[in-house]
């Protein structure tokens, strides 16, 4: 059986960040010692930085 499709509005959006070496290397270290992927912790820093600023 066939997954439901999702609306427009819930589709994630792709976007090319760059990241500089360092900072990329410390995030996969992060990444591979939590278990999780680049892209949930790129997420989830973005989701907090956004309340942080009130947004």
């Known amino acids: 059986m066939a997954r439901p499709r999702k609306e427009e509005i819930q589709k994630a959006v792709r976007q090319s960040v760059s990241f500089d070496p360092e900072q990329f290397?410390?995030?996969?270290?992060?990444?591979?010692?939590?278990?999780?992927?680049?892209?949930?912790?790129?997420?989830?820093?973005?989701?907090?930085?956004?309340?942080?600023?009130?947004?």
Do not use: F, H, N
């Open 25 to 55: 290397q410390r995030l996969q270290e992060y990444c591979t010692r939590e278990e999780r992927s680049v892209s949930w912790c790129v997420r989830k820093a973005m989701e907090q930085w956004l309340k942080d600023k009130g947004v």
